[in-house]
Nanobody
Framework: VQLQASGGGLVQAGGSLRLSCAASGGTSSSYTMAWFRQAPGREREFVAAIRRSAHTYYADSVKGQSTISRDNTKTTIYLEMSSLEPEDSAVYYC??????????????????WGQGTLVTVSS
């Protein structure tokens, strides 16, 4: 499975962005797909995930601020982010895997990764 993330950019604090992650080359619809982010000098951290069932899960830090969704073909996921703050600046990665629910926020449970898309929020 190949993942291609896009949609990052420079946005002012309080602004919004929508990230996309397109999957190809395999049965991506059978995987849980997720967004993680990594800021310079920090570990990759979980942002949100969507399972095959369409159930969604969010990190506490983005609840109410972000929405993860999947298109009808289940080959593209989106992350809509609003009320962005400078601390949201990071490279955002999409991943695909089959983690257990208890491990859904662990990056090591995802088999495939996109190349990342940079989000920069200016103050």
């Amino acid at each position: 499975v190949q993942l291609q993330a896009s949609g990052g950019g420079l946005v002012q604090a309080g602004g919004s962005l929508r990230l996309s992650c397109a999957a190809s080359g395999g049965t991506s619809s059978s995987y849980t797909m997720a967004w993680f982010r990594q800021a310079p000098g920090r570990e990759r951290e979980f942002v949100a995930a969507i399972r095959r069932s369409a159930h969604t899960y969010y990190a506490d830090s983005v609840k109410g601020q972000s929405t993860i969704s999947r298109d009808n073909t289940k080959t593209t996921i989106y992350l809509e982010m609003s009320s962005l703050e400078p601390e949201d600046s990071a490279v955002y990665y999409c991943g695909a895997g089959n983690p257990a629910l208890s491990a859904i926020s662990l990056s090591r449970m995802y088999y495939y990764w996109g190349q990342g898309t940079l989000v920069t929020v200016s103050s």
